[in-house]
């Protein structure tokens, strides 16, 4: 199996980390990821804000979110990663939503490739959408006209799952 195949076949949603830092070259990697994603005519229009564990940001975010949906989930929103990426996109662009999710994937994979461990989150969204949408967007730093599309964490992993099961009749159709 080809090595691309062998990343997709093990990668799973990683929700628990140990302390331990990203390199940089590991961040640089995970970048380079995200930016080499194909975009809708090229437009590259996704950008990428990186946070660091323990920025009040990630914690006020958090915060607004369980405020808005009025609960408050036993889980830590991105379980203990050192390193948050927030994808935010060109809100007037009609591919923006799809090109962030190809990026984001992206970054994913790649960190699983460097045996690191990723969680998509789109659980902020709530939060990165409403009245404080302003706010959030000036602390995160979004460019403008940009708005929050989702976002990864990536860390080592502390704790492990088995990659989801799936069923090819279900989700496929062969005409
Ligand atoms: C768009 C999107 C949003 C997600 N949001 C969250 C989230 O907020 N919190 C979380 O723990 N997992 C989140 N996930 C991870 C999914 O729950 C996970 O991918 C799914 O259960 C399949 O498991 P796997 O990634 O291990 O294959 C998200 C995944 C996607 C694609």
């Known amino acids: ?85 927030f994808l935010s996109g060109e809100a007037a662009f009609s591919w923006t939503p799809v090109d962030a999710g190809i990026a984001v994937e992206n970054i994913a994979l790649a960190a699983e490739g460097l045996g690191l461990g990723s969680v998509i989150i789109g659980c902020v969204k709530q939060a990165l959408s409403g009245p404080r949408r302003e706010a959030f967007a000036q602390a995160l730093r979004f460019p403008a006209g940009y708005e929050f599309q989702i976002a990864v964490a990536v860390g080592h992993k502390a704790k492990t799952k088995e990659p989801h099961t799936y069923d090819m009749a279900r989700n496929v159709t062969r005409l």
């Open 1 to 85: 199996m080809n090595e691309i195949a062998q990343v997709l076949q093990r990668r799973s949603t990683t929700r628990g980390y140990t302390a331990e830092p990203l390199t940089e070259g590991e961040l640089e990697a995970l970048l380079l990821a995200g930016l080499q994603a194909p975009t809708a005519t090229n437009r590259q229009e996704i950008h990428i804000t990186v946070v660091q564990d323990g920025d009040p940001v990630l914690a006020e975010i958090e915060a607004e979110r369980n405020a808005l949906a009025g609960q408050t989930p036993a889980e830590n929103f991105y379980y203990g990663a050192p390193t948050v990426l």
